[in-house]
């Protein structure tokens, strides 16, 4: 019985945390024939809990919070919070995406790519860490705006989607609210390679 319990309680959980994707304008057709898509990402204005902080109030709480229960584990905690875009999130975004789109109809999508006809935006808008006590767990949600530009003109939108709530989960336990938003990113990458593909008849 207490096993029913709880694989219910896991299954209202996933459901609870369904990625919702919209394509708010534009379409997909430029796309094919193309070699490589530059990729910007932006933090600017995301929120983060059910609170909607700011990431600056939210990164100031918690590291407060871990150091008044150990010295030292809240710097440690915050110098790991700012890397982790760099090490986790942007790579676990782009691997999806070069997943669908490179292996198959070798479209490359990388940063820094100048030269690069179009670029891709994407906004983080907001983020929920979740949480992992072994028995119980709750995924993270990363939710995203994703712009299609022409590189030379940003101003000229081309398509764009907005990714609401994308679960950051993994088989087993992960303690870390950086890799639980990393797999949230990932979702994010899949989902969306797979919506452009299907919506883009030429690939």
């Given at each position: 019985m207490k096993k029913f319990v709880l694989l219910m309680a896991l299954t209202i959980?996933?459901?609870?945390?369904?990625?919702?994707?919209?394509?708010?304008?534009?379409?997909?057709d430029f796309l094919p024939g193309q070699q490589e898509v530059n990729v910007e990402f932006v933090y600017d204005n995301m929120k983060l809990l059910k609170k909607n902080l700011p990431e600056e109030?939210?990164?100031?709480?918690?590291?407060?919070?871990?150091?008044?229960?150990?010295?030292g584990k809240g710097d440690t905690w915050k110098k790991k919070w700012e890397a982790a875009p760099e090490l986790i999130w942007q790579p676990k975004f782009l691997e999806l995406m070069n997943r669908y789109f490179y292996d198959d109809h070798q479209l490359a999508f990388k940063e820094g790519?100048?030269?690069?006809?179009y670029t891709l935006i994407v906004e983080?808008?907001?983020?929920y860490p979740g949480w992992d006590a072994g028995v119980m767990k709750q995924p993270a949600k990363v939710t995203t705006n994703l712009k299609f530009?022409?590189?030379?003109?940003?101003?000229?939108?081309?398509?764009?989607?907005?990714?609401e709530n994308a679960p950051g989960d993994q088989w087993g336990s992960s303690f870390s609210n950086e890799d639980r938003l990393g797999e949230g990113y990932a979702k994010t990458g899949k989902s969306f390679a797979r919506l452009v593909l299907k919506k883009t008849k030429a690939f």
């Open positions: 959980t996933g459901l609870a945390t369904a990625q919702k994707l919209k394509i708010e304008e534009g379409d997909f109030q939210y990164v100031a709480e918690h590291a407060a919070e871990m150091e008044e229960k150990s010295p790519l100048a030269d690069a006809k983080t808008v907001w983020l530009v022409e590189t030379a003109d940003p101003s000229n939108v081309l398509a764009e989607v907005s990714s």
